[in-house]
């Protein structure tokens, strides 16, 4: 908060900050001087009253001289739980002075992702997600800041900011390199714990942090000598500066204290200082509140409670007094120097009529409220702030603070609150919400309804703490027909996510057989055979596959529960191995008009999206490649529209990168990865994922023949055992085994190729595309034990052909020809070619092409291989090719 200086001292708070003002001075004149430059920030740390708003004033006051324009926001110690709360405050100015036409237009498609979090708009249908909003607001600020250059953004007490603004901040400042902006950042050392802190960490590695130290006793007697006069003696300035500490802010309002008493600056009223001193801070300072009355004390009291927007109004209302009487105090406490009115250019216009003059001194004031007024005081400022027009959600920070008391309408009003803070993005002020509702408590009717919306706003962000609110919540009376159904669908997420998947499987397994036969009873029924279908743990459960044929052979596809089992069934089929045509007929009666059924898309939470990836893996791997990269090319573009930019962006893209891994766009594959795994390293590692992400990388850049570069990410991301519960395509052993392969470790391939059969065969993955470890076992057996490398190769062709892909057969007869020499190699391979030609699958075409060329030592085959593997970007192919070709031996 702005710092009131004594009006003989203009510079008073900025002694021997001579180097801190000179770095701001330097990083103005960079911003100001190329409009193409790197933006840049700056972090002064320091402790309460070491004069941080003071330079963050001066940083304005230089900003503004040079023709910037400045944003400034500040944290507030009782508004941490306001979500978005610091980064309203930094747009405000941007966003009043556009209509809302203008508004669209800066900000495009980020506009109602971000529009929310910001106020300028109203929700959605959709649930907001985190990630997504933090996207949103870091791309709104980039692009206000190119039409406001040369921008400066100035927070204040970022150590009291709201979680959602500290997550927004640390991804900004990491994309400052190329965009013109200066962020000046002040914060107190410690303060923070948890995600704030780790975010605020993250700020502090994106440019210098300067830490402000207390004034030394020679700058304390200047600053003592030009407030009370040269007169003022060494013993008292000694004395200022041993009483303050050198403390800048104590040290001015010391000073502001001596003027008011009249005291003379010299060693015999030295003494008299330490009580000064004492009537400033503490103890003190709320004495010194106590005796401008009663009246005056309620309303200060009043306004530490508000914390924000303090307006003669709401204070009048919060403190039951007349407005004569309220404007009468106001003054009083100005004049004490406890409050005064803002600095219009750092505050924005409705932010109230009054602050503090130090945060120091409303943290004082807050802490001297007795604790059982202090929480009436909050219940009432709650009615007040809800009265005033500002919502549940701004109302609930007050609701926070009020003591359990069997209070229904209060649980309500925490509810409301929630929904609001969901919708725009902050699920963890919902949680917070949502369990001080359930500490009310709320009644027994709606008591599992609060458990199961807690459970539903943690369910990314905890999973294991969600797995504990739903199971309480189903335990109970309160959820009944499709909530209670919705409820246990959720509890089987949380538990997938908390790596729980058998007993994701038995919930839902155990909840079905509750259930009569209907739709929801189909629902969960889908839901289990889905759990166990991306299971890819030892064994799947006996007779699983036929049980799932016959439910599915009763469906038609008329429903959503209907639909979905038909694509688990045709998924079963694919991974098993079954023919093809078998498996796109299944999937194509999914579809309604050859399109997702509604329910049943991208962003809706009744069936969540692995089963759309089943879906669209089944056409992948059955070469139905358009069909399959039009459904990833719609999730990906329905994620962004829609602002979900966390794992489900994720995820989009690494299946995508897939499908143009199986196409041959290699190049596009892999930069289409490479963003996959960016996002997913900001999700967490360690989940599916990540898995699918790297793997799907590792596997594209080996197809490329970057070999050196796909072991460096194998390391860099941890792609090794052990794999995880859940199944990646494509298979990791399988592609895992390739790498050690082409890096020249034999004998380690070999045994990670047979740890992916023996996992294939208990799961029954029969399919020769998606689990690929036999082609490749069988090269690498074939020096040392030829027989059985035949035999591999065989049980592959066998295996391609009951599943009838052109792409499978084609694989199965390059594995075979690999094994051949002479003209037998050559007829297998004429006969790969002929397959691959067929297939969508160019890179393998391309594969095919050289190895037959080589093989029957013809230029113009290899050349057509060349081409293909040009097209391909597959490097690795054109370098073999090429070589061939420059040596000529016995080519014809």
């Not at 320091?46 to 006051?61: D, S, V």
Request: hydrophobic share 40%; net charge negative.
């Amino acid at each position: 908060m702005t710092e009131e200086r004594p009006t003989s001292g203009p510079s008073a708070s900025l002694w021997e900050r001579e180097q801190e003002v000179a770095t701001v001075e330097l990083a103005i004149d960079t911003l100001c001087a190329d409009r193409s430059s790197s933006g840049s920030l700056l972090v002064f740390r320091g402790e309460a009253g070491l004069g941080k708003t003071a330079l963050l004033t001066e940083t304005r006051r230089i900003a503004e001289a040079r023709g910037c324009t400045v944003w400034s926001a500040r944290g507030g110690e009782t508004l941490r739980s306001v979500p978005f709360n610091v980064v309203r405050q930094l747009l405000q100015p941007a966003l009043v002075s556009l209509m809302p036409e203008e508004a669209r237009e800066y900000l495009g498609d980020w506009y109602d992702i971000a529009g929310p979090a910001l106020g300028i708009t109203e929700p959605g249908d959709r649930q907001a997600d985190p990630q997504g909003v933090c996207d949103g607001l870091v791309a709104a600020v980039r692009r206000l800041a190119r039409r406001d250059w040369p921008l400066v953004l100035v927070i204040d007490d970022a150590h009291w900011a709201d979680q959602e603004t500290l997550r927004w901040l640390a991804a900004f400042a990491e994309r400052l390199d190329d965009l013109s902006v200066l962020v000046v950042v002040a914060r107190r050392p410690g303060d923070v714990t948890g995600e704030s802190a780790r975010h605020l960490d993250a700020v502090a590695e994106g440019g210098p942090v300067s830490t402000l130290s207390a004034l030394t006793p020679e700058a304390t007697a200047g600053l003592t000598r030009a407030t009370l006069g040269a007169h003022a003696d060494a013993p008292f300035c000694r004395e200022v500066w041993a009483v303050t500490g050198g403390n800048p802010y104590e040290t001015v309002e010391l000073l502001a204290k001596v003027q008011d008493s009249e005291l003379e600056p010299v060693e015999a009223q030295a003494c008299e200082l330490r009580a000064l001193n004492r009537s400033a801070r503490g103890g003190g300072l709320v004495a010194r509140l106590e005796g401008l009355g009663i009246e005056a004390t309620r309303f200060a009291w009043a306004a530490a409670i508000l914390g924000t927007g303090i307006s003669v109004e709401l204070v009048a209302k919060l403190a039951t007094m007349s407005r004569e009487d309220a404007v009468r105090c106001a003054e009083l406490l100005r004049t004490a120097r406890i409050l005064t009115e803002p600095d219009p250019s750092a505050v924005p216009a409705d932010d109230g009529d009054l602050e503090f003059v130090h945060p120091l001194i409303a943290t004082a004031v807050y802490n001297s409220i007795p604790d059982a007024l202090r929480t009436a005081m909050h219940g009432i400022a709650a009615q007040v702030v809800a009265d005033s027009g500002l919502g549940p959600a701004m109302a609930s920070r007050h609701l926070l603070q009020v003591h359990p008391d069997d209070d229904e309408e209060l649980v309500e009003q925490l509810r409301e609150a929630a929904r609001e803070h969901v919708a725009v993005g902050a699920p963890d002020a919902a949680r917070r919400c949502l369990e001080r509702a359930l500490k009310e408590p709320p009644l027994p009717e709606t008591h599992a309804r609060v458990l199961y919306e807690l459970g539903c706003a943690t369910l990314l962000t905890a999973p294991a703490t969600t797995v504990d609110h739903l199971q309480s919540a189903l335990a109970m009376p309160g959820l009944d027909g499709a909530e209670r159904v919705d409820a246990v669908f959720r509890l089987s997420q949380a538990l997938l996510h908390n790596d729980q998947l058998e007993d994701a499987v038995r919930t839902v397994e155990a909840e079905a057989a509750r259930l009569g036969p209907g739709p929801a009873q189909l629902r969960l029924q889908a839901v289990q055979y889905m759990w166990e279908g991306i299971h890819a743990g030892e064994a799947s459960s006996p007779g699983r596959s036929e049980r799932l044929a016959e439910l599915a052979a009763t469906c038609t596809g008329r429903d959503n529960p209907e639909r979905a089992l038909l694509i688990l069934r045709g998924f079963d089929a694919m991974t098993h191995g079954e023919n093809a045509e078998i498996v796109v007929e299944l999937s194509d009666r999914a579809l309604v008009n050859g399109r997702l059924a509604p329910g049943l898309g991208w962003t809706d939470t009744e069936w969540g999206v692995e089963i759309l990836m089943m879906l669209a893996s089944s056409y992948t791997y059955t070469d139905r490649l358009d069909r399959a990269e039009s459904m990833f090319t719609e999730a990906l573009r329905t994620y962004e529209s829609a602002g979900w930019s966390g794992g489900h962006l994720s995820l989009a893209h690494a299946f995508l990168g897939f499908s143009h891994r199986r196409r041959g766009r290699l190049r596009e594959a892999e930069a289409t990865l490479r963003e996959s795994l960016r996002i997913a390293e900001r999700v967490g590692r360690g989940l599916p994922l990540y898995w699918s992400a790297t793997c799907n990388l590792v596997d594209t850049l080996l197809a490329r023949g970057h070999v050196e570069e796909a072991w460096e990410i194998a390391e860099q991301y941890g792609f090794a055992p052990p794999y995880p519960s859940t199944i990646v395509l494509p298979d990791p052993r399988s592609v895992r085994g390739r790498l050690l392969l082409a890096v020249g470790r034999t004998q380690d391939a070999i045994n990670e190729l047979e740890a992916a059969e023996k996992a294939a065969t208990a799961r029954g993955h029969h399919n020769p595309v998606m689990v690929p470890w036999a082609l490749d076992l069988a090269r690498a057996l074939a020096t040392q034990d030829p027989g059985r490398a035949a035999q591999l190769a065989s049980d592959a062709r066998r295996r391609a052909e009951r599943f009838g892909t052109d792409t499978a057969i084609g694989e199965a007869l390059r594995c075979a020809a690999a094994l051949e020499t002479g003209q037998r190699a050559v007829r297998l391979l004429s006969q790969a070619v002929t397959y691959l030609e067929a297939s969508p699958c160019q890179y393998e075409h391309a594969a095919a092409r050289v190895e037959y060329g080589i093989a029957a030592r013809s230029v113009a085959e290899i050349n057509r291989g060349l081409a293909l593997a040009r097209s391909c970007g597959a490097d690795g192919l054109v370098t073999q090719a090429r070589e061939v070709l420059e040596t000529g031996r016995g080519l014809r």
